[in-house]
């Protein structure tokens, strides 16, 4: 089931919160390439001096102050585009980054950290930025809440915001090899899996 656009609704250190455990799915020329959240950031309010927001409905981040539960893709270093989930009542900008998931089904690459989950999904700004949550392409599912504790640590690369940057709204399952670094403390407790090694050929075998 997806989740309705009452789920985004709510305060966005909540939805951050609520968002892990939670399964990404993006329909790409339809081919199901979907992924189980496992790290979230928030960004809350105009105040807030990490956000995108902090100077104001600019073009980019306009979508910040608009209803809950779109997608507001940006693109980072001209190469890598990032998702995240606009949160809160309308007026109000938030928004939860999606760090980093867990591959379940179809994916194209690596989906630790927000770039790489973007490009194993196929998820772009110029065809996903301002798309319903809720829509026949790109949507979030409800899953079980998740086992696994949940840490929480500073956002990353903010350091320009000053004391927002200590805010502790980095949201992560405990031990899941698929958060992004560094983890936050407690975080990871094992690796994501390797490829598989080669056979190894008995000693004395030719090339």
Request: hydrophobic share 40%; aromatic share 8%; net charge positive.
């Given at each position: 089931m997806k989740?309705?656009?009452?789920?985004?609704?709510?305060?966005t250190r909540t939805v951050a919160r609520a968002l892990l455990g939670k399964v990404l799915v993006h329909l790409?020329?339809?081919?199901?390439?979907?992924?189980r959240i496992v790290e979230t950031e928030a960004y809350h309010g105009p105040d807030?001096?990490?956000?995108?927001?902090r100077a104001g409905p600019t073009p980019?981040?306009?979508?910040?102050?608009?209803?809950?539960?779109?997608?507001?893709?940006?693109l980072i270093y001209g190469t890598s585009h990032c998702m995240n989930v606009v949160t809160g009542p309308e007026g109000f900008p938030s928004a939860v980054l999606i760090r980093a998931a867990e591959p379940i089904e179809g994916c194209l690459h690596s989906t630790r950290g927000p770039g790489?989950?973007?490009?194993?999904?196929?998820?772009?700004?110029e065809h996903d930025n301002g798309r319903d949550l809720w829509g026949e392409e790109l949507f979030i599912?409800?899953?079980?809440?998740?086992?696994?504790?949940?840490?929480t640590g500073p956002r990353v690369n903010v350091g320009y915001a000053g004391p927002w940057a200590a805010r502790p709204w980095r949201f992560a399952l405990r031990g899941s090899a698929w958060v992004s670094r560094p983890a936050p403390a407690g975080a990871r407790a094992a690796r994501a899996p390797a490829p598989a090694p080669r056979?190894?050929?008995p000693r004395g075998s030719g090339p």
């Amino acid at each position: 089931m997806k989740l309705p656009q009452a789920f985004y609704a709510r305060d966005t250190r909540t939805v951050a919160r609520a968002l892990l455990g939670k399964v990404l799915v993006h329909l790409d020329g339809g081919v199901r390439r979907a992924a189980r959240i496992v790290e979230t950031e928030a960004y809350h309010g105009p105040d807030d001096r990490a956000s995108h927001a902090r100077a104001g409905p600019t073009p980019r981040a306009a979508i910040m102050f608009g209803p809950p539960g779109r997608a507001y893709v940006y693109l980072i270093y001209g190469t890598s585009h990032c998702m995240n989930v606009v949160t809160g009542p309308e007026g109000f900008p938030s928004a939860v980054l999606i760090r980093a998931a867990e591959p379940i089904e179809g994916c194209l690459h690596s989906t630790r950290g927000p770039g790489n989950l973007c490009r194993a999904l196929a998820i772009r700004r110029e065809h996903d930025n301002g798309r319903d949550l809720w829509g026949e392409e790109l949507f979030i599912e409800d899953a079980p809440a998740p086992r696994e504790a949940v840490v929480t640590g500073p956002r990353v690369n903010v350091g320009y915001a000053g004391p927002w940057a200590a805010r502790p709204w980095r949201f992560a399952l405990r031990g899941s090899a698929w958060v992004s670094r560094p983890a936050p403390a407690g975080a990871r407790a094992a690796r994501a899996p390797a490829p598989a090694p080669r056979p190894r050929r008995p000693r004395g075998s030719g090339p």
